[in-house]
């Protein structure tokens, strides 16, 4: 089961939705993708994982010290530009073939796509929380 709620940010409303496990979408309203993913029942019911999220999206101007629980769900490549994301420290940025180098890397691989890694940090639906504002293109332009 989906539980969703709606949260008025400063930057303006947000739905957040999650299930048993974790939170499982952070969206702004209007978002291009808005919910895209999530089943068409869902229930309007605060959980733990909901709760949590709103604390962490607490505009204080201070980088949270805890990770609201957390279940994105996508592909195991997904899954992993994910983790990688959640790695960018608060207040830097990283590039999308630093994520391809590092991804290569642990693969024990020669190369990996930059291209394949923006797909998935674009497939990101739990945006904010899993930092994919801190990653740039190569001459850090936002793409």
Same mark, same amino acid.
């Given at each position: 089961?989906?539980?969703?709620?709606?949260?008025?940010?400063?930057?303006? %409303?947000?739905?957040l939705?999650?299930? %048993?496990?974790?939170?499982?979408g952070?969206?702004?309203?209007?978002?291009?993708?808005?919910?895209?993913?999530?089943? #068409?029942?869902?229930?309007?019911?605060? &959980?733990?994982a +909901?709760?949590?999220?709103?604390?962490w999206?607490?505009?204080?101007? $201070?980088?949270?010290d805890? +990770?609201?629980?957390?279940?994105?769900?996508? &592909?195991a490549?997904?899954? $992993?530009?994910?983790?990688? +994301?959640?790695?960018?420290?608060?207040?830097?940025?990283?590039?999308? %073939?630093?994520?391809?180098?590092?991804? #290569?890397?642990?693969?024990?691989?020669?190369?990996? $796509?930059?291209?394949?890694?923006?797909?998935?940090?674009?497939?990101?639906?739990?945006?904010?929380?899993?930092?994919?504002h801190?990653?740039? %293109? &190569?001459?850090g332009?936002? &793409?």
């Amino acid at each position: 089961m989906i539980f969703v709620q709606h949260y008025d940010s400063p930057l303006g %409303g947000i739905l957040l939705a999650a299930d %048993g496990i974790g939170l499982r979408g952070l969206w702004f309203d209007g978002q291009k993708y808005l919910a895209r993913d999530l089943p #068409a029942e869902r229930i309007g019911q605060d &959980t733990p994982a +909901l709760a949590e999220a709103r604390r962490w999206l607490y505009f204080a101007g $201070s980088q949270p010290d805890f +990770l609201p629980p957390l279940h994105p769900v996508g &592909t195991a490549f997904r899954q $992993s530009v994910w983790e990688i +994301l959640l790695q960018i420290p608060y207040g830097r940025t990283t590039t999308y %073939g630093e994520i391809a180098r590092q991804l #290569a890397e642990k693969q024990k691989i020669p190369r990996m $796509s930059a291209q394949a890694v923006g797909g998935a940090v674009g497939h990101n639906e739990i945006s904010i929380i899993i930092p994919c504002h801190r990653v740039v %293109g &190569t001459n850090g332009s936002l &793409t």
